[in-house]
C-alpha cells in the first residue's frame, strides 16, 4: 500500500532529518521532491499545490528553523498536514434510534460495490449487528447470483425479487423485510454503470426518496486514481452521498485518491478495502495512514488486528507459560497459527510496515514476499505428528524419531530438521524480547 509514494516521501524526509540546520533552499528542495511525489502518485494538481504551499509556510516558520531538530520538524508538519488532507479524524457510521439503519451502496460497475456490500455486512457482525443484504442490482446479470452467494457464505439474509422487478420496489420491500426480522441494519446494493449517467443517477434518487437512508457510502476502486475523483465529484452533484469506501487500496501503490478525494470533494473516507477477503475492511484513519506513508509505523492498527485474530485463551496460557520461561513446541504451535492468520494479505513487509521504523531496503526485500499457506501446513502436521514427549523437549529428537515423524507428516527429515531449527530461532527470539534484544522478525517464517 503506497508503496512508491511512501518511498519517495520517506527518503526526501530522511535527508532532512540529519541536518542541524536548514536553509531556505533546502526547504525549497524538499518541497519540490514531495510535490513530485505527490503528483506521480496521481494527486489532484490542485490539492498538490495547495498541500505543498501549507507546508512550505509552515516549513519557514520560527518553529523550524530556530529548531535545535528542524528535520523532525518539518516531518512533524508533514505528518499533519497530510492528516489534515485526509480528514484529521476518521468518522464512522450513523445508526439509527429505532432499527434497521439502512445503508444505501453506490459506485460505477468494476468498483467492487456488491463485494463491499458483504464485507460491510461482516465488519457489522464484529460489532454485534445483524445485517440484511437487499439486490437491488438488476443492471448486471450475475450481481443477484453474486450478493445470494456472499450471503451464504456470511450466514445473511438477501432480500431480492429476482431481475424483472423495479429496483425503487424492491429496496422499500427488502427493508420492511428487514424491519420485520429485526435486523439492526439492511445493506441496499444497487445497479452500476461502466461510466456516470442520467440513468443511474435518477434510480439512485429514487430509492434514497424511497428508502431514506442514514448512510449512503460510494465505493471508489482505488486503482483508478484521479478517475476515481472525478467519479466521486460527478456522484457528490448528483447524489448527496455521506461518505466513501476506496477499494482495492492494497493494490495501489501510488493512493492519489485516498489523499485526494476528501480534498476535492468534502466527503470523508469511511472505510478502505485492503484485500479481496471479507475480513479485510478496515475503518480509516487519517492519522494512522499518514504515519504509514511516512514510514513512521501503524501499531494502533497492528495491535487491533492482532486483537481479532489471536484466540484469548491461548494467548492467556501462552503467556503465562512464557512467564515461567516454558518455551517449547507446544508454545510454538498456537504461536505458528496466529502468525499465520496475521500474516495472510499483508505479508511479512505490510507488517513490518506498520511496525515503523523499517528501512526501506528492508521493506524491499519482504515486498513481494507472501505467505505459503502450505508451508504452514507443513509445519503444523510436523508438530501434531511428534508426541507429547517430543513437543515439550525438542531438543531430544533423535534421527530416528525426525525419520517417524517425516512419514507421519508426509514431509521429509529435511523439512523436520527445518522446523526444528526455525523454533531454535524463535526461541532465541523470545529470550531475546525478554532481555531487550531486537528479535529476529523473520524467523517464524522459517527464511
Not at 464484529?126 to 447470483?145: F, I, N, Y
Not at 465505493?219 to 467519479?231: E, I, P, R, S, Y
Not at 502450505?374 to 510436523?382: G, S, V
Request: with cysteine.
Amino acid at each position: 500500500m503506497f508503496e512508491s509514494l511512501s518511498d519517495r516521501l520517506s527518503a526526501t524526509l530522511d535527508g532532512l532529518r540529519g541536518k542541524g540546520r536548514l536553509s531556505e533552499d533546502d526547504i525549497n528542495a524538499a518541497m519540490r521532491e514531495i510535490r513530485l511525489a505527490l503528483l506521480e502518485a496521481d494527486v489532484n494538481f490542485a490539492v498538490v499545490r495547495d498541500f505543498v504551499a501549507a507546508v512550505k509556510q509552515r516549513a519557514l516558520g520560527a518553529e523550524v528553523l530556530d529548531s535545535l531538530t528542524p528535520g523532525q520538524q518539518v516531518v512533524k508538519i508533514v505528518h499533519e498536514q497530510l492528516t489534515e488532507l485526509m480528514g484529521t479524524a476518521g468518522t464512522g457510521l450513523s445508526f439509527a434510534n429505532r432499527p434497521p439503519t439502512v445503508i444505501l451502496m453506490a459506485g460505477l460497475q468494476g468498483a467492487g460495490k456488491t463485494t463491499m456490500c458483504g464485507k460491510l455486512a461482516r465488519h457489522l457482525a464484529k460489532q454485534k449487528r445483524s445485517a440484511a443484504l437487499v439486490a437491488c442490482d438488476l443492471q448486471r446479470p450475475a450481481a443477484v447470483a453474486q450478493l445470494q452467494t456472499l450471503g451464504r457464505s456470511l450466514q445473511v439474509p438477501v432480500f431480492e425479487r429476482g431481475t424483472d422487478a423495479d429496483p425503487v420496489e424492491v429496496a422499500a420491500w427488502g427493508v420492511e423485510q428487514a424491519r420485520a426480522q429485526g435486523r439492526d441494519v439492511v445493506i441496499v446494493d444497487t445497479a452500476g454503470r461502466l461510466h456516470v449517467d442520467r440513468e443511474l443517477m435518477d434510480q439512485l434518487v429514487a430509492i434514497k426518496r424511497r428508502v431514506k437512508p442514514h448512510n449512503v457510502l460510494l465505493v471508489l476502486d482505488a486503482m483508478t486514481g484521479q478517475d476515481a475523483v472525478n467519479v466521486a465529484q460527478a456522484f457528490a452533484e448528483a447524489v448527496d452521498y455521506d461518505g466513501v469506501i476506496l477499494t482495492k487500496l492494497d493494490g495501489d501503490s501510488r493512493g492519489g485518491a485516498a489523499l485526494a478525494v476528501r480534498a476535492v470533494t468534502g466527503k470523508p473516507i469511511k472505510f478502505v478495502s485492503v484485500g479481496e477477503r471479507m475480513e479485510q475492511l478496515e475503518p480509516f484513519h487519517p492519522d494512522r495512514l499518514a504515519s504509514r506513508i511516512l514510514g513512521m509505523g501503524d501499531v494502533l492498527s497492528l495491535i487491533e488486528r492482532a486483537q481479532e485474530q489471536f484466540d484469548e485463551d491461548e494467548a492467556r496460557t501462552l503467556d503465562q507459560r512464557l512467564r515461567k520461561s516454558q518455551f517449547t513446541l507446544e508454545e510454538y504451535l498456537p504461536m505458528l497459527r496466529q502468525s499465520r492468520k496475521m500474516m495472510r494479505g499483508e505479508g511479512a513487509a505490510g507488517l513490518l510496515g506498520m511496525l515503523g521504523g523499517a528501512s526501506r531496503q528492508i521493506r524491499e526485500q519482504l515486498r513481494n514476499t507472501r505467505v505459503d499457506e502450505r508451508h504452514f501446513d507443513r509445519m503444523e502436521a510436523i508438530i501434531l505428528s511428534m508426541t507429547p514427549y517430543e513437543r515439550a523437549n525438542p531438543s531430544r529428537i533423535s534421527g530416528t524419531r525426525r525419520r517417524r515423524i517425516a512419514a507421519g507428516s508426509g514431509t521429509n527429515v529435511q523439512s523436520v530438521n527445518q522446523l526444528l531449527a526455525t523454533f531454535k530461532q524463535t526461541e532465541k527470539m523470545v529470550k531475546g524480547m525478554k532481555s531487550g534484544k531486537m528479535p529476529n522478525f523473520g524467523s517464524l517464517l522459517g527464511r
